[in-house]
């Protein structure tokens, strides 16, 4: 039997580095890889007893926790697919996720029994599990582990090609899209942070960001296990608490988006912090800005900026510090084992310089959109790169620059914002004729979508109602934080809105 999944990870961890910390938790709780490893261990245990096996989709709605990295190599080991939830969705969002991957199982956190209520009876699970310990009504995770025979059966043989994730990505037509995730794709991408980002085995590695994100997964906490250093899981992102921690814990790696270290730096405690063991700060999401440089520069840091997608899993491009300033703007070189491309408008590469649609490939490059064939065909070019729908160029010395998004995708705090899926939402406002969803720059959150709307005489729209109509539909992040009444929307001859002028005219 032939093991090369993710889902061997922590058992070879075991093996090689039993009593190293893998995981600090809560007030200074630690996790040896030992003890990772035997709790994994129960848990696929537990899994297997609920009846999952090859193929069935295991969906885990939580925050970080030791519970999250269980679950994910627990569900490897029994060759199921891991389906991370992210916990900011609106109820009929993680519906559309558990009923599009059809998911077996649903582990949640208790606080979010709340959401999990409401979804409706067809997207529900057979089985439903709480994390911690259940009640009467609810099993429990730890008591379904507690219980299992851990020594039941190894894993099940799995292959770089076989599905390890889906990982949900809104698309353009305002429905969410499950990328489908390779173990392969995660052990490249894993493989590609180890060497760009020079991740050795005496790292501590403090996890501010949601893991339910692929990047805090894919180059964030695999890479640390893989490598056997430490990672210190933060439930949740709070600046005083996350510069406490890097001193306590000596942190000598931080990942973020510039929302992240805005934050960290505006915090009373920033200067009185010891930061003097942190090394590598990795900063994604979209660019850094010039004040924030400034402000790590002056306690002697800097930045490794990147650009990626999910279908990527999600690494595509690294600048390492040393090229922060000399190639500001960029987002760098290709990863080690990846390949970017720009091309012009017939599909050819284009010149230096030149815009063009962002074109990747390489062994961490997605299997394709979940039942959704169509997509997936459209998604690559006949010789097999990946249409990232991004416009960027490259330089003489081969650094790229992203330079506008053909999806007119809004990043927003680090979260993706597609505008189709809040504008199918609009339209159904009762006096909302027509309506589109752009950025507006932000100097806390990078962007922040706006709604520019045409409305029927006499109607009643303003940007409280339409939050409040939206709310608890769509992530509260979408909601629109402007909503602005025009006479009418700038169109081409084809009838598609000139999303182009509309940012010009409200962006600046």
Request: with cysteine; glycine share 12%.
């Amino acid at each position: 039997m032939h093991q090369h999944g993710i889902g061997v990870w922590t058992a070879r961890r075991r093996l090689k580095s039993p009593d190293k910390v893998a995981l600090v938790h809560g007030e200074g709780d630690t996790v040896t890889y030992r003890q990772l490893a035997d709790a994994v261990d129960r848990v696929s245990a537990a899994l297997r007893q609920l009846g999952v096996g090859r193929g069935d989709a295991v969906a885990y709605l939580g925050e970080n926790s030791p519970e999250f990295l269980q679950v994910m190599f627990a569900a490897a080991q029994v060759g199921a697919v891991f389906v991370p939830v992210n916990t900011r969705l609106a109820p009929p969002e993680i519906g559309h996720v558990l009923a599009d991957c059809g998911a077996r199982v649903l582990i949640h956190d208790p606080d979010l029994a709340g959401s999990v209520a409401v979804v409706g009876p067809a997207a529900r699970p057979p089985h439903v599990v709480v994390t911690g310990a259940g009640g009467a009504d609810r099993p429990g995770l730890a008591d379904l582990a507690r219980a299992a025979d851990a020594g039941a059966a190894g894993p099940v043989e799995t292959g770089h090609g076989d599905p390890a994730a889906i990982v949900y990505t809104s698309g353009t037509t305002g429905r969410a899209k499950g990328a489908v995730l390779t173990h392969g794709n995660l052990t490249w991408v894993a493989l590609n942070c180890v060497v760009d980002y020079d991740v050795v085995s005496t790292d501590v590695a403090l996890m501010i960001s949601p893991l339910f994100h692929v990047a805090s997964l894919g180059m964030g906490a695999l890479p640390v296990i893989l490598k056997g250093a430490t990672l210190v899981v933060e439930k949740g992102f709070d600046p005083g608490r996350a510069l406490a921690q890097i001193e306590r814990h000596g942190v000598t790696m931080l990942s973020g988006v510039p929302t992240t270290y805005q934050l960290l730096a505006d915090h009373p405690a920033w200067a009185s912090t010891d930061l003097s063991t942190l090394a590598k700060l990795t900063c994604g999401g979209s660019a850094v800005p010039a004040r924030i440089l400034d402000a790590y520069e002056a306690r002697g840091l800097s930045f490794s900026q990147g650009y990626g997608m999910t279908e990527a899993s999600p690494g595509a491009t690294a600048l390492p510090p040393a090229m922060t300033r000399a190639k500001q703007g960029s987002v760098g070189l290709p990863h080690f084992f990846t390949d970017v491309r720009v091309t012009d408008a017939a599909g050819r590469p284009a010149s230096t310089g030149e815009v063009g649609e962002i074109e990747v490939a390489g062994p961490n490059v997605f299997a394709g959109y979940h039942g959704l064939a169509g997509a997936t065909a459209e998604a690559f070019t006949p010789d097999g790169w990946f249409r990232s729908g991004d416009l960027g160029h490259l330089d003489a010395d081969g650094y790229l620059y992203i330079s506008g998004r053909l999806k007119d995708m809004i990043i927003s705090g680090g979260e993706n914002i597609y505008p189709a899926e809040v504008e199918q939402l609009l339209a159904e406002i009762d006096g909302v004729v027509s309506a589109a969803v752009i950025g507006v720059p932000d100097e806390r959150w990078g962007e922040v979508p706006w709604a520019v709307v045409t409305v029927r005489a006499g109607a009643r729209v303003d940007t409280d109602t339409v939050r409040a109509r939206l709310d608890g539909r769509i992530a509260r992040y979408k909601l629109p934080k402007n909503v602005v009444i025009v006479d009418e929307l700038p169109r081409t001859a084809s009838g598609k809105v000139r999303k182009a002028e509309l940012r010009a005219r409200f962006a600046g």
